[in-house]
Structures are given as C-alpha cells and as structure tokens.
C-alpha cells in the first residue's frame, strides 16, 4: 500500500491512530461531536484533530454496556494495516446495474472513478469530488454536516479512527432544484486484508431530489469502517438505498444524517454480507415538516453476527418517522438489534414509529431487540413493537397443502417477509434487482 | 380517606404523612458486622441466619451502587442510616403500643379482631418489625402459616433455611445484598399442598422513625397445587430528608401452585421542589419451579421519591405462567424506573406484560423489562404491551424493553405507545357535562382499567381512589 497522492496530498503527513485495540480501562469520555470540530478546508488538520479525539477515547470493553451483546474483539482495528488514500483513475468494472443510473462511482483498493452516463456531473448541478477540493471551493460544505451528535449515540473510537485514516472522502453534491431520479449509483469494492476506511458525505440543497444507491462487495478478511453522512435540505428529497453484500469482513457502517423542513429521506438498508457487522443509524429530523422513511432487510446466516443501531430524533414539531427493520437468523447466526425514537423538548405533535421483526429459522439462532422510546415533549404519538418467532406453521402449512414443497413454501414466506422493505426502494429496476439478489440469497 | 378534612390539600395529597410518637428502640447509625451481629443478636436468629447475613454483607460491600437506571438522586451515605429500629414496648413483650394501634387504624387497617375486614389477614410491619398479624386462627385450620418473619425463623425454621435466597441470592445485586445483610422483618407464609388459601393475605408497611432505612423480607411458598392471593401496602410520614426502603420479596411456586402478588405503594414522594420522600430500591422476583406453576405481579404505583423496581418471574416449571400488570403513576419531581423480567427456561411457559405509565408534572417515568427465551424454552410465548400517557408538557417517559430469544419456536411479541390525553375523547366528555378534571380522570381510569381489573376488590376499589386524589392539581 505504498504512498499513492490524493489532489496533492502528501501521505507522509497521515496522523498517528493507535489502531490498536488493547483494552485500556480509561474512563468513559463522551467525545464531542462535529460542533466543535467543523470540517475545514484544511483537511490534514482536522485529521490530526481527529486522531486526537481517537485517542482520547478507550477502545470498549466487553462489559461496556454498548457492547455487551457484540464483543468489540470481532472489531479490533489494529490486525490490519491502514489502507493508503487513493487517487483518481479511470478504469471502471461493469455492473449490471450501471444502466439504471445516471452517474456511477466506483471505489476500490486502488483508487475511485465515475462514470457520467447522462452527462449530468457537474459542479454546478451534481457535483461528485473529494471531499478537499469542495472544501476549497466551498468552505462552508461543512456546516451542513454539525450537530449530529447525540447522547444515545455517543461518538465511538472506531467511528473518530476511521475518520482520521479515511481512504477516500468522497462528496456528492446536489445544486438547489435539481432531480436526479436515476441518481447516483456508488459502488464500494473493498480491498482485503487492510482497514478500508471511506467517508462519503451527501448533501441534498432545497427543492432538489436525489436517488443514491451505495452497495458494499468484497472478498476475504478485512477491517471496514464507513462514514456516511448526509444532510437534506429545505424541501428536498434523498432515496437512498445501502446495501451491504461480501464475505468475511467485519464491518462497521456510521451513518449520520439530518432531514430540514419539509424534506424527506427514505432509506432501505440492507445488510445481506460480512462475518461481522455493526451498523450505526442515526437521523435528526430537524426542521418542521420533515419525514424519514426507514426500512431494513437483513438475512443472517452460518456464523455471522451482525448488531444494528438506530435512533431517530425529533427535534423540531411536526415531523414524522418511520422505521421497520426486518431480521431473519438462519444456523448459528445472531442478531442484536437496539433502537431508540427520541422526541426532544419542544417536538410537538410529532409522529414517531418504529418496528423490528425478527424469524428465527434454526435452533442454533438467535435474536435481540431493543426497542426504546425517549419522550420529552407531550403531545404526540410514538409506538414501538417488537416480535420474535419462528415461520408460521399456518402459513407453511397453506402452502404446502396446495403441492408447494416445503424448502420453496419457507422461501417464498420468507421472501413475502422482506417484500415490505424491498418493496420501499424508490426505483423500479433496482427494487427488481434487489428482489433477485434476496431470491438468490434465500435459495443458497 | 373519606374521613379527613377535604380542604385540607396536602392531607388530600398525601393523607398518610403524619408521624407516631411512640418510642423505639433504634441502633447506631452505621452498617458494619457489628451491626449485622446487633441486629441478629436482638432476634434471637440461629447461626445459619447470622452466616447468612454476614454473607451477604461482604457481598455487599464488595458491590458498587446501580446507577443504570434512568433516576437522579445526591449519593445516599450508607453509614448514616440506622438499619433497625422497634417500637420499645413490643421489643419489651409489653404488648402493642396503643398509639400503633392508633396508627394503623388512621391508615385503615384495623388489627382489633372485631374491626378486621371479612377476608383478609394481615401482618402489619411498623418500622423494622412485625407488630401483629390477625386470622391466624382460621389460617391454622387449613395449615396455613401466615406469620412475621422472625417468628417463622423460631417456628419453622427448617423451611425458612430451604427457601430463603433460593429466588434472590444474596449477592444477588446491590441492594439485595444490603437487604440480606440487615433485613429486620417481613412477613412469611407457606401453603401446604392443595390448599386454596380462604383469606385475602397482606402485609402493610410502615416507616415511621426518622434517618432509618426499611428492610423486609417477605418469603411466600405455595406448595403443590395450592393458591395463594397476598396482598402489600406501604406509606410513610412526609419529611424533608429521603428514607430507603430495600426489601426483598421471594416467591416460590411449585407444581401446580398459583400466587397473585398485588400491591400498592403509596410511600411519601416528595413536595413539589422534590423535597424528602422514600427511595424504593426493592428486588421482588417469583419462581414458577414446578409445572403449571403460576405467578401474577400486579403493582399500583403512586409514591416514592424514587422506585426503583422489577418484579420478575423465573418460569422454570413447564407450562408454568408468568404474568405483570403494572400501573405507575409519577407527579412532581417523582422518578420511578420500574418493569419487569420474564425469564423462560421451561418448555411451553408463558408471559403476559400489561404496564401503564402516566407522566405528570416534572416527573421521570420509565419502563424497563427483560423478555427471555432460553434455548429449551420451546413453544414459550410473551405478550408484552406497555403504554405511557403523558399529562402535562415537562414531564419524560422513557420505554426500554430488552428481548433476548434463543429458541426459534418461541413467539414473542411487544408494542408500546407514548400519546397525550386525547382531545377528542376530553371533548366528548366535557359536552357531556363532565368538569375538564372529572373527565381526564375518568380516561385516565379507562386507561388503567386492564391493571385494575387484576386488582382483589377492596384494593381496586382504593387504587381508583388513591388514582383520583394523586390527579389533582397535575394538570396544568
């Protein structure tokens, strides 16, 4: 991973992480969030900052209660060396799902590209580039990305070490009353045997609408922390689709974003990969009006553990959220699912939903959820449910009295299961493709 | 209640706050092995009791105080409290002191024979101990030992030792520990094997002597086959500081064997600058150890400063039945963080979570529960349901439940809601002629009504009252 140059960057000046992660028993410190560490254009800077606050936090211990359901061992950092930054290059692999967009970004071992299909990127209407020349350009990007901190979702060491060592910090920019309904398509090829860290920050201006898919692939073992962040502004509208595929990586996904007034994102997760994943949730709805639409499908199998975080704040009055998190754990798989629906002080007549359905398919599974609600204010509605079970014996037994065998019975059942999240995905193609990929699954 | 002066507001708002002069007999402050010994020394306990304790004194002093839950409160100083205190006459053999008697007939429990209410027995609790405990009589005919703790110690002592800890263990948590080390009195009953006990049974509680901590013990068995219905009252005068109360409540239900746990805690909260009031820091938990076993919590929570409490069931027994019906109401500065735990282990067992919290003024209220499926828990099932009503604009309510299922046939399932009064059905009320109180009460009762329902009669009766005055003035 010898010293590539991103835009002029010398390598030579990447901050000192201890990425190891000897437990030290230091006392909880709650790091500060972004608000008094505004992205600045002089990014080698900040990194430096960040790595401080990396340092500043101990690595979880076991009997942290965050992480007594996950053993922060699966997510040790230091068994990998750092992936080195990444330049631009042109070479781009197909997908078959490149036609559906407009754009498509590729990021890879060695470096990312994109490819303009409907001659659409372009700085003043869909703006795709690292993230140190739109600092340049624009020094003020970076106040659209302050105040996502939150007590229920403290800033984590791995979250600050990531960000201090991001290979590639990419920015998707969408200019004031734009539509992009084919969208973005970014696609994120994960090297092996190295801690692969990408920063992606999405910002959404007013009026204007954007359809991002990001998906994650990889082989082998590997170290995989992303930062996604994104900010939708007044009125605007972000579809955003993550899907998160590979094999025997551990994985760790921060996404952070805000909804202004009147705006909208809808979010289906999909989490269908890796040995390891723990993924960070966390949306503020932030201006009256706003809405979030949440959905999560993830199918867990052999020896896989994968542990979901959500939290959805109410911060401004009448916003709404809505969030459906769907699990199915099949051999010795284990799901941890933790969510929390905060109302603050003030965010009245809000509407706040959320639901995690678990299956447990074999013995050797198991699931657990978390549901919270934090209320603060009165006047509003918030609900929450759980279950856990096994397929209905009703159902398979429907289908198999009308000559469904039973492997196929549990497969289409389970596929109906995942229908209402799938059946979220904003663009029709990809809803198809992503329905395939689950048949696929499912069958394996 | 009906009795007192209505105009008289902090009499209505808290009627229990007045305070007994009889003399007591109290040790020094401080909690150390002398103490543990002290206390032993002046019942008169075994060996065993006394190992017992100092067991789970240096378990406790091994444990750092819980902070987990969702409550504030200034570092409580452990050594400042007197950990037992018995009225003079009693602890002399001199019989009841009439101001007792006095106390507890203004609390409406009637100890005098000719005054008792059909149906149920009691054993009242002044303090650190057992004053009197009625129907003793007719429990005997049926082989029913309903008595204090320390008399259960004298007279059957081999039962006490068979099942005391075996629910809670003494190091079991912080504040269990502390209880095991220093509890004074409680009440202990035992139901021989098919018998369907013929009297409503329940232990009142009270905390009457200032800078002590309350610790009983209560240990129910219900022996094969047999039914037992208890019932639990509490309240405390009004003072400025905070007093403790830990106790610990044990129930063991073996095959076939129903008990129905019910109770209402109306202890002192506080005044409105969150002044004074009790700590309820209490660890109640059944076992379902037999087959088609069955246990059923139902709490009316209206006072203390602070509850901290989960009455849990451990369903071992296959088939056996868990069930927690719980109401929580929190005014002023009151905090209560309170649930339950149901915890699977035999085949076929089954749960039932039914929790209402009703948030006013600037008070904290959170719901915390622990759903679990062990791996040979097949068929298990749970229905969790837990709702918040949120009265006025400064209060919190807060939802935590965890769900933990190992076994893929067991079905669970949990919903909760957090909502203001409706205006439309306040509407409906108030163009009915209701007052705007009136009517929120009556909702309020509506919303309470599945809890209610598990209640025995006369306690249901008093909870709609107790409800209705704690009511009053929270709405702004």
């Known amino acids: 991973m010898a010293g590539e140059s991103v835009q002029g960057l010398e390598l030579g000046s990447v901050p000192t992480v201890n990425t190891g992660s000897t437990t030290s028993a230091a006392p909880t410190i709650h790091a500060p969030g972004l608000d008094d560490l505004p992205l600045q254009p002089d990014l080698e800077q900040w990194r430096r900052l960040a790595a401080a606050r990396a340092n500043a936090l101990p690595w979880p211990l076991p009997t942290d209660e965050a992480w007594r359901r996950t053993d922060p061992r699966l997510f040790e950092l230091d068994s990998m060396p750092v992936h080195a930054r990444l330049s631009r290059r042109t070479e781009l692999h197909e997908h078959p799902w490149d036609s559906f967009f407009d754009a498509v970004v590729e990021l890879d071992g060695h470096g990312w590209a994109v490819r303009d299909r409907s001659g659409v990127v372009d700085p003043a209407r869909l703006w795709i580039a690292p993230l140190e020349e739109v600092l340049r350009k624009d020094p003020a990007l970076g106040s659209n990305f302050t105040g996502l901190s939150w007590p229920e979702v403290p800033w984590e060491r791995h979250e600050w070490t990531a960000l201090a060592h991001t290979t590639a910090a990419l920015v998707v920019w969408v200019a004031p009353a734009q539509r992009f309904e084919r969208g973005v398509f970014i696609r994120i090829r994960r090297p092996e045997g190295s801690l692969y860290c990408p920063w992606v920050l999405v910002r959404v201006e007013h009026l204007s609408v954007l359809h991002l898919v990001l998906s994650v692939e990889g082989r082998g073992d590997a170290r995989y922390v992303e930062n996604l962040w994104w900010s939708v502004g007044a009125a605007g509208q972000l579809r955003l689709a993550r899907l998160q595929f590979g094999e025997g990586a551990a994985s760790m996904q921060y996404l952070r974003g805000r909804v202004e007034r009147d705006a909208s994102l809808d979010l289906v997760s999909a989490q269908l990969g890796e040995r390891a994943v723990r993924s960070n949730l966390a949306v503020d709805l932030a201006g009256p009006g706003a809405q979030a639409r949440l959905g999560g499908a993830a199918l867990v199998t052999g020896e896989r553990h994968l542990d979901q975080r959500t939290l959805q704040v109410h911060s401004a009055a009448d916003t709404t959220s809505d969030l459906r998190f769907k699990v199915a754990v099949q051999d010795q798989g284990r799901s941890v699912y933790r969510g929390t629906v905060a109302a603050l002080r003030g965010a009245v007549r809000i509407s706040g939903y959320q639901r995690n359905n678990n299956l447990l398919l074999s013995p050797g599974a198991r699931a657990d959820s978390l549901p919270g609600l934090r209320i603060d204010a009165d006047d509003l509605t918030c609900t929450h449910g759980a279950t856990v079970g096994q397929i209905d014996p009703d159902e398979l037994f429907y289908l198999r009295a009308r000559g469904i065998p039973e492997a196929q019975a549990r497969r289409l059942i389970l596929e109906g299961f995942f229908e209402e999240i799938t059946s979220r995905v904003a663009m029709p193609d990809l809803r198809e493709g992503l329905r395939r990929t689950l048949e696929q699954d499912l069958s394996a | ?476």
Not at chain 2, 240 to 262: C, F, M, P, R
């Open chain 2, 1 to 476: 209640m009906a009795d007192l002066p209505l105009d008289n507001k902090l009499l209505q708002e808290y009627a229990h706050g007045f305070v007994t002069p009889v003399e007591e007999e109290l040790v020094p402050p401080g909690l150390n092995e002398d103490i543990v010994r002290t206390i032993s020394r002046k019942k008169g306990e075994p060996d065993w009791l006394l190992e017992f304790r100092l067991k789970a004194l240096r378990a406790w002093q091994r444990k750092t105080e819980p902070h987990w839950a969702a409550v504030d409160y200034p570092p409580i100083d452990y050594q400042s409290i007197r950990y037992y205190a018995a009225p003079r006459r009693l602890s002399a053999g001199e019989g009841m002191d009439p101001e007792i008697l006095r106390t507890f007939e203004r609390l409406g429990i009637p100890l005098h024979e000719q005054q008792r209410l059909q149906g149920v027995a009691i054993d009242a609790v002044f303090d650190s101990v057992s004053v009197a405990t009625t129907h003793q009589k007719i429990l005997e005919e049926h082989g029913i030992i309903f008595c204090s703790f320390s008399e259960a110690v004298r007279r059957v002592p081999e039962l006490v030792r068979q099942y005391l800890g075996s629910v809670v263990p003494p190091g079991d948590n912080f504040f269990a520990a502390l209880n095991s080390a220093v509890f004074s009195d409680g009440s202990f009953c035992y139901v021989p094997p098919g018998v369907r006990c013929p009297l409503e049974l329940s232990t009142y509680f009270r905390i009457n002597a200032a800078g002590i901590g309350q610790f009983e013990r209560t240990l129910v068995i219900a022996d094969r086959d047999s039914y037992v219905s208890y019932l639990e009252g509490c309240t405390a005068p009004i003072r400025d500081e905070n007093q403790l109360h830990a106790a610990v409540v044990e129930l063991v239900a073996l095959e076939g064997a129903t008990i129905k746990y019910s109770t209402v805690q109306n202890w002192y909260p506080g005044d409105e600058q969150g002044r004074g009031g009790i700590y309820n820091f209490v660890t109640k938990r059944g076992e379902c150890r037999g087959a088609r076993s069955r246990i059923s919590w139902t709490q009316v929570e209206v006072g203390s400063a602070i509850t901290w409490k989960y009455p849990s069931c451990v369903l071992r027994g296959d088939d056996s039945v868990g069930e927690f019906y719980s109401v929580a109401f929190t005014n002023k500065r009151m905090q209560a963080d309170t649930g339950t735990k149901m915890i699977h282990i035999g085949r076929r067992t089954r749960s039932t979570i039914v929790s209402k919290g009703i948030s006013a003024g600037e008070s904290r209220n959170t719901y915390r529960s622990l759903v679990k499926f062990l791996p040979g828990a097949d068929y298990a099932r749970n229905h969790s349901q837990c709702d918040s009503l949120l009265v006025g604009n400064r209060c919190t309510a807060n939802t935590f439940p965890v769900i933990e299922s190992e076994n893929p046939t067991a079905i669970l399932e949990h919903e909760a809601t957090t909502s203001r009064i409706s205006e439309e059905q306040l509407f409906y009320l108030q163009s009915r002629g209701l007052d705007p109180e009136a009517a929120r009460s009556l909702i309020v009762n509506g919303f309470c009504r599945e809890v209610f329902q598990q209640l025995p009669m006369e306690f249901a009766v008093e909870a709609v009252k107790l409800l209705e005055i704690k009511m009053e003035g929270s709405i702004g």
